[in-house]
């Protein structure tokens, strides 16, 4: 059941994305608790999570074939570098009390352009990463349990962490949590 991790190049991405998707949907939690709480708007709600996906639905056709005549591994690299400059910009204005909605949103919508390629890099690279093509559909299959996983495992834990830590300690998590994945892809 766990064949793909007798590659190395994929077991090291699997143990740093699995704590980066889990700050990633930590993040995304504590993004709307923190507008509903200064809004108490559903709509705003509605709006940040908007922006953060119409990105991936837009620009995706773009993204993949940008991906495919560029190094996959390099656009995979820079778009995780660019993802930690987002949650660090995030945790920081929320660290020092300097946000508001607007600029909620607006940081919303860049880690939606990100995602748009990372998850096409991610996907790409699966190929790469695993030598023996036989073990690629367990390296699918594993990833795909990851990102799901983190999907339930990490909201669940940002409520653990809203009521007993705060919303900063959200932010600055999800910051921490792109270190283990670059040091993992370097």
């Known amino acids: 059941t766990f064949r793909a991790f007798k590659h190395r ?3 090291l991405f699997f143990y740093g994305q ?5 700050g990633t949907w930590i993040q995304k939690t504590a993004v709307v608790w923190l507008v509903y709480r200064l ?4 709509l705003l709600l509605g ?5 953060s996906l119409i990105p991936t639905l837009l620009l995706s056709p773009y993204a993949g074939s940008y991906i495919d005549r560029h ?9 995780q570098i660019a993802s930690l400059l987002q949650a660090g910009a995030l945790a920081f204005i929320v660290y020092f009390g300097v946000y508001n909605v607007a600029v909620i949103i607006f940081l919303s919508l860049v880690q939606g352009i990100i995602n748009a390629f990372d998850v096409i890099s991610r996907q790409s690279m699966m190929v790469e990463m695993v030598d023996d093509k036989a073990d690629l559909p367990n390296a699918i299959a594993m990833n ?6 983190a999907r339930v495992v990490g909201p669940a834990f940002a409520g653990v962490m809203l009521t007993t830590l705060g919303e900063d ?3 600055v998590s999800n910051f921490l949590s792109y270190l283990p994945v670059l040091f993992c892809l370097y």
């Open 47 to 51: 709006v940040v999570t908007f922006v």
């Open 9 to 11: 190049n994929f077991k």
């Open 144 to 149: 795909s349990t990851m990102s799901n996983m």
């Open 18 to 22: 699995s704590v980066s998707l889990l």
């Open 39 to 42: 809004t108490g708007s559903a």
């Open 169 to 171: 300690f959200c932010f």
């Open 71 to 79: 190094d996959g591994f390099k656009v995979m690299k820079n778009t």
